[in-house]
């Protein structure tokens, strides 16, 4: 058991930080989604955190002082823009980007922990231990908690890879795919992937597909045991609320008991929360807007079908997936009707696909922060034994 010496009040505050991170990284993997409330007080924490160490470099006459604000500079100027910039590129997840943010504010030098070793059986009280061991040439915490990171990421990219290979899977997809049996999406995270030539490519995001068989009442298993009776948009009556597509935050999709005893929400409802997605960085939809079936799209004999809001829906709409993206506000993750049915048909007709999971970043980045402050740097540390730093 580790116990803290002695350390700076900043980076004891710091520490802080470390179980809203933690507790992010876990519902990044369970929900892929992390309610906005968890990053204003971790926020706070990191700007009180910044502000008695800034105090303490006042008035940054001295070396100390000067590499304070230039650490510091980096840190607010370069990473709080490059994680806004990752978010509007997809790149980020909302979630992702407010977590950067964070760090940038509550980290922008290495915080140093230094612990008596008389903790350790084999040791003796005369000597210490400085954590982390081999800080960063550069000193942003921050910075090295995000390298950590992408490198952790690699790290999981290649085991994907090599996990497929093992199993005898070869495909231009084993190296950002997992191939998963249809009856397990409505549990999964992630994106069909077509495979057709050399470079897999993105299909129906699995949230978008819970977000509609949640409008429509119904399950996969109900789709793939009928799926000529559903590819008929006559067939859907009552709709309802399609929630954000989260797995554990709305009614279940695979057939199964909610185990809270959830019911459909009725069309006025919201089970969504305030909450950012994380993973898949697309816009989420807007599940509170009007989930009712206005406009039933086989009950009309011109040709069309108006719900009101002077949108005309063609009859020949196979699976009502056109009806669906009107109906709820927002973009369904970016879905277009031709890559729902194209989803629809798949998971319908197949037995297995191939998914790509995703990377849930938060967690990466929870380790990436945990390795920056006991180990240190890991680039930092292998340029420099391969001599280049």
Do not use: C
Request: proline share 6%; aromatic share 8%.
């Amino acid at each position: 058991m580790t116990v803290l010496g002695v350390a700076a009040a900043a980076d004891l505050l710091r520490l802080l930080v470390l179980p809203g991170f933690a507790w992010a990284a876990y519902r990044d993997v369970r929900t892929r989604r992390v309610a906005s409330r968890l990053w204003v007080p971790l926020l706070a924490i990191g700007a009180l955190a910044f502000a008695v160490e800034a105090a303490g470099a006042y008035p940054f006459a001295d070396y100390a002082g000067r590499l304070f604000l230039v650490r510091a500079g980096f840190s607010l100027l370069f990473l709080i823009p490059f994680s806004l910039l990752a978010y509007r590129l997809a790149a980020f997840g909302g979630a992702d980007a407010k977590a950067l943010v964070v760090l940038a504010v509550a980290f922008p030098t290495t915080p140093q922990y230094v612990v008596p070793l008389w903790l350790f059986p084999e040791a003796t009280w005369l000597h210490t231990v400085a954590f982390p061991v081999y800080p960063s040439t550069l000193g942003v915490g921050a910075m090295s908690a995000l390298t950590n990171a992408v490198l952790l990421g690699a790290v999981y990219i290649v085991a994907l890879a090599v996990a497929n290979a093992v199993a005898g899977r070869f495909s231009p997809a084993m190296a950002v795919g997992r191939w998963t049996p249809v009856d397990d999406l409505p549990e999964t995270h992630g994106q069909l992937l077509r495979v057709s030539g050399l470079r897999p490519e993105r299909g129906l995001d699995l949230d978008a597909l819970r977000m509609y068989l949640r409008w429509r009442g119904t399950t996969l298993a109900a789709l793939r045991a009928d799926p000529a009776a559903h590819r008929d948009p006559g067939s859907v009556e009552e709709t309802h609320a399609p929630t954000d597509g989260a797995v554990h935050d709305g009614p279940r999709t695979d057939g199964g008991v909610d185990d809270g005893g959830f019911e459909f929400p009725d069309s006025e409802g919201d089970a969504t929360g305030d909450t950012d997605a994380t993973g898949d960085p697309s816009d989420a939809a807007d599940t509170t807007g009007d989930t009712s079936a206005a406009g039933d799209a086989a009950g009309d004999t011109d040709g069309s079908d108006t719900d009101g809001d002077g949108d005309t829906l063609t009859v020949d709409d196979p699976w009502a997936a056109e009806r669906f993206l009107t109906d709820i506000e927002g973009s369904a993750y970016g879905t277009t009707p031709e890559t729902l049915r194209e989803g629809l048909d798949r998971v319908t007709r197949e037995e297995a696909l191939w998914v790509s999971p995703g990377l849930p970043f938060l967690v990466p980045l929870f380790a990436g922060l945990v390795l920056a402050l006991t180990y240190g740097d890991v680039l930092t540390v292998a340029l420099g034994a391969l001599g280049l730093v």
